[in-house]
């Protein structure tokens, strides 16, 4: 009796190994290509508004702040680190920022006043790409603009917490 069980285990375990499958190409790990490395002609040129237009751009470092009506723009030079200017990278290759549509719209706008844009051209190696999208998105839950959203806040961080940046005049009127 025992050697019947035995054998029944035996026999078994034989047919369940030899049933199963080989893993399938769709369930073994896929490894995501290494993005290129950032580029020697690395820049960038970001132009941002709400009732007001601020712009960088990082080939020449100059920041221009609208002051408001009827009155003159101020610049200042930023030049960004190659530390600063990696994350800045990074990020817009992690989000595949050289894959979304020249004019973005979001599929899930909500709007809030005041009403503003953004422009993103990023130059790197042989590649140029640029994107605007709407920045007054108060709620939205697609993927693809929270990541431009955060890409531009990582960009506009970085250029606020610069003590050059922190010298320009404070602007003398809100926005309605």
Not at 7 to 34: D, E, G, M, N, Q
Request: include cysteine.
């Amino acid at each position: 009796m025992r050697l019947r069980i035995w054998s029944t285990f035996f026999i078994l375990l034989v047919l369940l190994t030899a049933c199963r499958s080989a893993p399938t190409p769709a369930s073994t790990p896929t490894i995501s290509p290494t993005p290129p490395p950032r580029a020697a002609n690395f820049t960038f040129t970001l132009n941002f508004s709400g009732c007001i237009t601020d712009s960088y751009d990082s080939s020449t470092g100059v920041y221009t702040q609208d002051m408001g009506p009827r009155k003159s723009p101020v610049t200042v030079k930023i030049i960004l680190s190659a530390a600063q200017l990696d994350a800045i990278y990074a990020q817009a290759q992690a989000i595949g920022f050289f894959n979304y549509p020249n004019t973005y719209v979001s599929a899930t706008p909500v709007y809030v006043s005041p009403n503003g844009s953004t422009s993103l051209l990023i130059t790197n190696g042989n590649q140029t790409h640029g994107v605007a999208f709407d920045n007054a998105v108060f709620v939205d839950t697609s993927v693809e603009s929270i990541n431009l959203v955060a890409l531009e806040k990582l960009i506009t961080d970085t250029l606020y917490s610069s003590p050059e940046y922190k010298t320009l005049p404070a602007r003398d009127f809100g926005c309605v």
